[in-house]
């Protein structure tokens, strides 16, 4: 049977992010996507001038209450990109009515150690209870020092720094964590912490000076797809750092502008190899 996902994301028209990227991620996964627009924005925030965008906030309790009458059932609830605090209740109305499902935030707020301007202090204090009630969080090393109270600009010096934040992150509530993008020393990585298992995990990428906005959003997405399909933490997160890998190194042998996103569509086929996976390694 064919996995079903209700995306609560927002569409950037232009620039390779969020929804645009995850219904062909997942779908190559053989994940079925049913899109909850948050917002509409003719291209992502990130270099392209003034953005149109529209709040969609009054759509996501008529659309949840649509799919109740239907009695439409969905085994993943994934949430990124939010325009509001109400929208934060309206995700948790989502994990309520679907408590079987798989709950996973991407809790999408800051980036190099700056909020982004559309993440209001207010929506900062709600997203705690949001990644909370989740089953997995996917926060950057930005979005981690928030969630926990601290300097968004705050960089782990070490392991044990790194461990420690996966720790009082799932202590927070969330089963699953990982932080994406952690540099500590010489080392990049994105960690992860099972807390059932009590097991910290790392997988290592190589740095490249370029910076494309969605990638994220893609890591996520394969991570939730892997997951979805029954792989372990590691293994899930090695599958998304192998493909982004790919992505990003695709995309920047071109020498695309960088507004533009990852080359995705030149690299969807990795998606549906099942080759094992052993890049990661115990943190």
Known sequence: MIKKVAAIHDLSGVGRCSLTVILPTLSVMGIEVCPVPTAILSTHTGGFGEVEMRDLTDYIMPALAHYKRLGLNFDCIYSGFLASTEQVSHCLDFFSTYPDALKVVDPVMADHGKPYKTCTPELRTRMKELAAAADV?????????????????????????????????????PETVVITSVYTGDEAYNAGYDSKANKYWKVPFKPISAAYPGTGDVFASVLTGALLSGDSLPIAMSRAADFLELAIMTTFSYNTDVREGIMLESCLGRLSEHGIMSGYELL
């Not at 601290?150 to 996966?166: A, F, G, Q, T, W």
């Open 137 to 173: 969080i996917t926060p950057n090393l930005t979005e981690a020092a928030i969630l926990l109270g601290e300097d968004p600009s705050y960089l782990p010096r070490s392991h044990s720094d790194v461990k420690s934040m996966l720790a009082r992150l799932s202590h927070m509530g």
